[in-house]
């Protein structure tokens, strides 16, 4: 199936935030773009605003004088819905509600040819739903852009079920051509991207309720542990604590109160306070003007670590062992059960048991657990949690080790996972229950994850690669732990690990 044809008019309506936005994208693809917004005036007033954006990539000389009149110049604004009846394809984004969208579709669907696709740009509507009732349901398709389009490269093509697969297929290469990622996905909640990162921020949510750190600490560990750009409480203090928490319940809901989505009593009261985050000045952090940046807290050690002993494979926590040799550490390596000895503790990853639990089963004495990291070999501060009968001096062993090859850590109660470990093997588990509920394949899944949200791995190849079984161990250590559904593992979790099958293709 072929892109949409360059000289294919192209219909936006809803002249806010997102439509502006998009009719950039297919203006700048090289498409005529009309532009419909039932609020007089402001369909021009959106154009006048792309022009001066884009006149201020002229200023940095990141655009040409001329490509932006050109530009410009296939902007059309319209204030008449009349106006959009030879489009080839239209792209609504106006108000979040379904009975406004689905008159507005059947406005469309008596103005426009009969081949004419009808895009959705909503973020949380069925497109099944907003297709019922309609002559042509198979010409409706979701076209999900992120916030703000022109920059953000995802594009989720959403099929509801009377959706004909050449009409996504035609959107799917559209989008492509105008320079964006895009991926199939069906009309499920959430989609792909909205249902699998609500664990990023449940589980944070989920560890300050139970007082494993403050939000700074877990926010510092995500980041600089975990690679993403933002830890949950600074995203979702952006994002706005209304909005997140009305798509986590949103999402919650139409799963029919399934657990795993549940929304968290910490956000709803940030919410009730109308603390919602950097635009109302206060969140989780202050944005006031005098107020002190909170700094992540930070064990420090008072010894000195000069050797340690490596025994068996460390498993994901192996190129931490690389990092300890560059820094100078004498290394003893011989076999055993994947433990780092270092003086008189035990240091191992976690795997989702509590240390106190872990050191009882094991017999492991000053046991300390560390977090999983993205990348040892880089990451500039991890956590760490011990057992209840862990010495003070044992516990400083290990961080002196863990700051001689430069790295910060930071302290938690002794929870279960972790932080960074068990959000990846919870957004892992999720994405994994999406691929086999047929939301999406694995490669469109980490995809989405990396381009609309910039996850610095995809959370199924993250899984891979620290191991399937063992992020199912985590799992179900977790679910053991707090005796919740909320953690089960998916079965393709499973039944991969069961077969020896890669989750990708
Ligand atoms: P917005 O409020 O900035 O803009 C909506 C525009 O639609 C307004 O200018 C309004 O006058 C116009 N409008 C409302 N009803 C209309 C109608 N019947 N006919 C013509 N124009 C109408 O909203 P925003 O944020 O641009 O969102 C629009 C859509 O995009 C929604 O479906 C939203 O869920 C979706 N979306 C929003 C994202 C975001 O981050 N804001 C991200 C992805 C999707």
């Known amino acids: 199936m072929s892109a949409l044809d360059n000289n294919a008019l192209v219909a936006v309506i809803g002249a806010g935030a997102m439509g502006a936005g998009i009719a950039q994208v297919a203006a700048q693809a090289g498409h005529r773009v009309k532009l419909y917004d039932n609020r007089p005036g402001i369909a021009a007033q959106a154009v006048a605003g792309i022009d001066r954006q884009l006149g201020r990539l002229v200023e940095k000389g990141k655009l040409r004088p001329d490509t932006r009149e050109a530009i410009v110049a296939r902007l ?244 931490l062992v690389e990092r300890l040799r560059d820094s100078g550490i004498a290394l003893t390596k011989r076999a055993g059960n994947g433990v780092i000895h270092v003086g008189d503790a035990t240091l191992v990853l976690s795997d989702g048991r509590l240390a106190s639990q872990r050191a009882r089963e094991e017999g492991l004495r000053n046991l300390v657990l560390v977090d999983l990291a993205l990348d040892y070999r880089t990451a500039t501060r991890v956590a760490i949690s011990w057992s209840a009968d862990t010495a003070v001096a044992a516990r400083d062993q290990v961080v002196a080790l863990l700051q001689r090859a430069g790295i910060k850590v930071a302290a938690l109660a002794d929870l279960p996972g972790l932080v960074v470990l068990r959000t990846v093997a919870m957004l892992a588990n999720e994405a994994a229950d999406a691929v086999l509920q047929g939301v999406g394949s694995a490669a469109d899944i980490d995809l989405a994850m990396c381009a609309g949200v910039n996850y610095p791995r995809g959370p199924l190849a993250w899984a891979e690669q620290i191991g399937l079984g063992y992020t199912l161990r985590v799992l179900e250590n977790l679910q053991s732990s707090y005796g919740e559904s909320r953690y089960r593992p998916s079965l393709l979790l499973r039944r991969s690990h069961a077969q020896g099958a890669r989750l990708h293709d």
């Open 76 to 319: 059309q604004p319209e204030e008449a819905i009349e106006a959009l009846a030879d489009a080839r394809l239209v792209i609504e984004a106006i108000v979040e509600n379904l009975q406004v969208k689905q008159d507005l579709l059947r406005q469309l669907e008596a103005l426009c040819a009969d081949d004419c696709i009808l895009a959705s740009n909503t973020s949380s509507l069925s497109i099944t739903s907003l297709a019922a009732g309609l002559a042509r349901p198979e010409n409706v398709v979701g076209m999900h852009f992120f916030n703000p389009a022109p920059l953000m490269a995802l594009v989720e093509i959403v099929a509801g079920l009377a959706t004909k697969p050449a009409v996504a297929a035609s959107l799917y290469e559209t989008a492509k051509a105008w320079g964006k990622k895009p991926v199939h996905t069906r009309s499920t909640p959430g989609f792909i991207v909205n249902r699998v990162a609500r664990p990023f921020y449940a589980e944070s949510l989920r560890l300050l309720q139970e007082g494993a750190a403050d939000c700074a600490t877990l926010d510092a560990l995500l980041r600089e542990a975990g690679g993403f750009r933002m830890g949950a409480f600074e995203l979702t203090d952006l994002i706005g604590h209304d909005v997140n928490y009305a798509v986590t319940c949103s999402v919650f809901d139409a799963f029919y109160g399934d657990f795993r989505f549940q929304p968290s009593l910490v956000q709803k009261e940030l919410v009730d306070a109308g603390r919602l985050g950097r635009k109302s000045g206060q969140g989780f952090y202050s944005y006031a003007e005098d107020a002190e940046r909170a700094q992540p807290t930070e064990l420090q050690s008072p010894q000195t670590i000069e050797h340690c002993v490596i025994e068996g494979d460390l498993g994901a926590l192996q190129p």
